[in-house]
């Protein structure tokens, strides 16, 4: 499976959402061990689920991309949402 597909799965797994994922990755980080490299790939949503695999762990909450910004905790995975935002 593609590397995009993969993170669609992944943010149906564990967000909820479903839509249509970009195929070009905005950029990668360095997990917090720093042992993986972790891809982002925008996705535009297009449905919420009512359930999903991961509900019981995860909590959802909608924000705009500069607030969500300041709740992230990897450093790297800042920097990439702020450059998409500069993109929107």
Do not use: C, N
Not at 6 to 29: C, P
């Amino acid at each position: 499976m593609s590397a995009h597909r993969v993170a669609a799965r992944e943010a149906r797994e564990e967000a909820g959402v479903e839509g249509s994922i970009q195929k070009r990755s905005l950029g990668s980080f360095k997990d917090a061990g720093g042992k993986d490299r972790v891809v982002v790939y925008a996705l535009k949503v297009k449905k919420e689920l009512k359930r999903w695999l991961e509900q019981g762990e995860r909590k959802q909450k909608w924000l705009p991309i500069l607030k969500a910004t300041r709740k992230v905790d990897q450093k790297g995975l800042r920097a990439i949402m702020r450059q998409a935002a500069k993109a929107l």
